[in-house]
């Protein structure tokens, strides 16, 4: 099944009278389960891919359907629901609400689709408990460390059960050992049957993916099965 086809996508920014072509027709079809990394230099365009594959851009031209839908034209109010309901978002600086706790962060998106109280509860008790935060759930997010808090984002994008996850640096504030684990627990979460989109410029990352895409110059310049994941 296809998750996400990407059809000749450019996407253009306008800076003053020049025009900076960030993606020059740009083809890409993942299916569902596949564990892909998006790499590049920087100014390669991965920013803006991830934006527009996140929704939280559309394209200057060319079609993205994501799930089976076509997301190229839609209003701001529609991607945001689309958002909503299909992609699961991690940040390099993880972006949980400080005042709230692990459970309260994870049962947020749950509030937005609205899921009664009882069902919320249940459901981000077991997914904190599945990323290995059995003991942190009344926990706020000063009252863990780094890798915690990755954990409790990444149970936060999946409690939804969204189409994709789509993270960005998703280790990039992280020492390496931390990094190690959040990438050990990535590997689960595509070994449980998700789709995942990892987009860093980090190869020891990369490299746990099964698909490696590399950008240059807003173009696909290779796209390969890793021969040898890590897990
Ligand atoms: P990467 O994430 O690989 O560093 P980006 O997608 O951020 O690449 O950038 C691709 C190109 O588009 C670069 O030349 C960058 O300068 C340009 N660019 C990115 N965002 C904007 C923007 N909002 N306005 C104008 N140009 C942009």
Redesign the pocket.
């Known amino acids: 099944k296809e998750v996400i086809r990407l059809k000749e996508i450019v ?1 253009n ?3 003053g009278t020049q025009i ?4 020059r027709s740009v083809n890409l079809v993942i299916h569902e389960g596949e564990y892909v990394a998006i790499m ?12 527009v594959i996140g929704c939280l851009d559309t394209p200057t031209a060319g079609n993205y359907v994501l799930n089976g839908k076509d997301v190229s034209d839609l209003s701001d109010d529609e991607l945001a629901e689309i958002r909503n309901s299909e992609i699961g978002f991690i940040f390099q600086t993880f972006n949980l609400m400080p005042r709230n706790t692990a459970l309260e962060n994870v049962m947020l998106p749950l509030v937005y689709a609205g899921v009664r109280k009882q069902e919320r509860v249940e459901r981000a008790e077991k997914i904190l408990v599945n990323v290995g935060l059995e003991e942190r759930m009344e926990h706020k997010p000063n009252e863990l460390s780094g890798g915690q808090r990755q954990r409790v984002a990444v149970a936060r994008a999946l409690v939804n059960r969204p189409a994709i996850l789509l993270a960005d640096e998703p280790t990039g504030n992280l020492d390496s050992t931390t990094s190690e684990e959040i990438m050990q627990l990535f590997s689960e979460i595509h070994k449980q049957g998700n789709t995942l989109v990892v ?1 860093t ?1 980090e190869e020891d990352i990369a490299r746990h993916a099964h698909r490696i895409i590399r ?1 240059k110059d ?1 173009q696909v310049e290779s796209d390969i099965v890793n021969p040898n994941p890590v897990y």
């Open positions: 996407k920014y306008k800076v900076v072509r960030a993606l590049g230099a920087s100014g390669s365009g991965k920013s803006t891919m991830m934006n987009v410029h950008l807003g």
